[in-house]
């Protein structure tokens, strides 16, 4: 079933702050107001009347929001940065630049940001899974004070976060991963591009003397919200990569997945899809 469109938005109010100090007073002023940053999911759904917003605060032109950078030891990466920008960064992200480059087209990769896919909590989300393994910390601002929270609890349930009505998304924070780390980014969609996910997994291991000593494995599309296959992860700590370990850790993650039936795929379907996708991510970072 195709979504209605339409040119004509319903009314609205719209704002364009020019500093985040500015935005973050119009997100107090007006509690409940719709961020637009690149717009690549608002615009559409405001098009289908899907969403009716009484208030939109465009922060797509505060430059203060847009950077990535390396402090303190870690990446930094400001909220309203472009998908493209985070692909074409000299800064080795890893598994995320590869996660990016599979989201949508390069029409959507240039006007898309990371902050906005994170805060449109789609179950499908294709940065969640790797800022997930890469364990990184959402930074959420108010015009009062700011608070830090885990990726891995930033989401709670199809469109929703845990973000206040006053608070914004500004920074996204990673620790990049100890020396023997590697991880691998697998997605499938119905198309060979510009798809919604109908699974997507990032795994990351610490491997030491060709012993796992960390795993963690992300779903996507998979549950409510993003998850961590923590039972899948136990399966693999300790034990040297096999093709035995390999088919019985896909067994266990599938079995966490709880997805549903849906236009892009059975409930069933996704579940054999995560069973492939963690043996295809696994089976690479043991051959590399």
Do not use: W
């Not at 989201?103 to 790797?130: F, H, Q, V, W, Y």
């Not at 349930?157 to 590697?182: Q, S, W, Y």
């Not at 399966?235 to 035995?244: A, F, G, H, R, T």
């Amino acid at each position: 079933m195709m979504r209605p469109t339409s040119v004509i938005l319903a009314d609205f109010d719209y704002s364009a702050p020019r500093s985040l100090g500015e935005a973050l007073k119009e997100r107090r002023e007006h509690k409940g107001a719709h961020i637009l940053a690149g717009g690549t999911d608002l615009i559409p759904k405001m098009r289908g009347q899907v969403v009716k917003p009484n208030f939109v605060i465009d922060i797509s032109g505060i430059k203060e929001l847009s950077y990535i950078k390396k402090q303190e030891g870690q990446v930094r990466i400001g909220a309203a940065t472009k998908i493209s920008h985070i692909i074409d960064s000299k800064i080795n992200l890893g598994v995320l630049q590869e996660a990016c480059k599979k989201l949508g087209n390069p029409l959507t990769r240039n006007k898309a940001t990371i902050g906005g896919n994170l805060c449109n909590a789609s179950p499908a989300a294709d940065t969640a899974t790797p800022l997930m393994v890469l364990e990184a910390q959402l930074v959420l601002r108010s015009f009062d004070g700011e608070r830090i929270v885990p990726v891995e609890n930033f989401f709670v349930g199809p469109g929703k976060t845990v973000l206040k009505e006053d608070e914004i998304l500004t920074e996204i924070r990673i620790t990049p991963p100890e020396d023997g780390a590697k991880a691998k980014f697998v997605k499938v969609g119905l198309r060979k591009a510009d798809a919604i996910s109908v699974v997507n997994c990032a795994v990351l291991l610490k491997v030491q003397k060709g012993v796992v000593k960390e795993a963690k494995i992300a779903l996507g599309s998979v549950a409510p919200t993003p998850i961590l296959a923590k039972e899948a992860q136990k399966v693999l700590v300790d034990k040297k990569l096999s093709e035995e370990l390999i088919e019985k850790c896909a067994q266990v993650a599938a079995r966490e997945a709880k997805p549903i039936d849906d236009v892009r795929g059975s409930a069933r379907y996704r579940e054999l899809l995560v069973e492939g996708c963690v043996k295809k991510a696994l089976r690479e970072l043991m051959e590399g």
